[in-house]
């Protein structure tokens, strides 16, 4: 397994410095960093100085990366490709190109990207409000789950082309820089791809290009709520993945933790992760330091006990 990264979403928000940002992931020990999606220009001189000095592997970068801008308030969702609106389709396409570009410039081996919303909206909301309430899985919480699931299919087929038309020429780009694109689970039901519509999203681009990105987080959250069993996604999806997030999770919705402060059997879900794949700490802005070094200590802790 690749030596663990550290996301730079953890520190990007209080830095101006590029390479003092990746200057303390690398004192903290981790011997490569994904770029997030909350790198601002500002920071790009002094990434690429860091990267031109070898002070840290970059290996990979999370769609939108820098942020465009356009955007005044960094988000991965800023613009998506699921959008009715063309003009912003256009904006999401021409902002991965960029990704993809400077991906390719810092050897990077991957991009990670979220594909869009398909609705039915605000069926989360409902769920984890009936969760708190302790009706979970209840007649209510399975009935607002069940239609859910039907209104999907009518959303998948007018979306998933909308989407598509906006992948495929990335799909051709990533391929000519010889650059992986990952496709992430999402954390909630409106986010797409739904577990079930994974396969066939996946099964559309060649291996050697797109492949699956499993969030420990996103899938337990969803675990959490009923949709689909963690262990058995992501034994699915093996075959497919190019990388991982990691942090813990605490049902039903409380993630980006640091390890040891959740819910996750992470020794047991760790045997199922192919050898090369990406691996990637991911942890809120809020995570103490010293917790970050212990995550990074107990994931070593984990893989060892593979060997």
């Known amino acids: 397994m690749l030596p663990l990264a550290l996301s730079t979403c953890w520190n990007s928000y209080r830095h101006q410095d590029g390479y003092e940002m990746l200057k303390e992931i690398r004192q903290l020990g981790f011997p490569a960093v994904e770029l997030g999606h909350a790198i601002r220009f500002s920071l790009w001189p002094g990434i690429v100085k860091a990267w031109e000095e070898n002070l840290i592997k970059i290996g990979s970068l999370h769609n939108f990366c820098p942020v465009p801008t356009s955007v005044f308030r960094p988000h991965p969702n800023c613009f998506e490709f699921s959008d009715y609106r063309p003009a912003i389709r256009t904006a999401a396409r021409k902002a991965s190109e960029e990704t993809i570009r400077q991906a390719a410039k810092l050897g990077a081996k991957a991009v990670v990207f979220h594909l869009g919303s398909a609705g039915p909206f605000g069926v989360t909301d ?45 799909v051709a780009m990533a391929g000519e820089h010889k650059v992986r694109l ?50 058995e996604t992501l034994k699915l999806r093996a075959p497919r993945l190019i990388g ?23 020794p047991a879900l760790l045997p199922l992760v192919p050898e090369p794949a990406i691996t990637v700490l991911e942890l809120s802005p809020g995570i103490p330091e010293e917790q970050v070094i212990a995550s990074r200590h107990l994931w070593n802790s984990y893989a060892a006990a593979l060997v």
């Open 126 to 170: 409902k769920l984890e409000a009936l969760y708190f309430k302790g009706d979970f899985l209840g007649r209510r919480y399975s009935q607002i789950k069940v239609k859910a699931v039907q209104q999907r299919k009518k959303h998948f087929e007018v979306l998933w082309p909308r989407i598509k038309e906006c992948l495929d020429p990335l």
């Open 182 to 231: 990952g496709f992430e689970i999402r954390e909630i039901f409106e986010e797409f791809p739904h577990e079930e519509e994974f396969p066939g999203v996946l099964d559309t681009y060649p291996s050697e290009v797109v492949g699956y990105w499993h969030d420990f987080g996103h899938s337990a959250r969803k675990e959490f709520m009923g949709w689909h069993s963690h262990f």
């Open 244 to 266: 991982c997030h990691i942090h813990d999770c605490r049902r039903p919705q409380d993630d980006h933790l640091a390890l040891g402060h959740g819910e996750i059997d992470f």
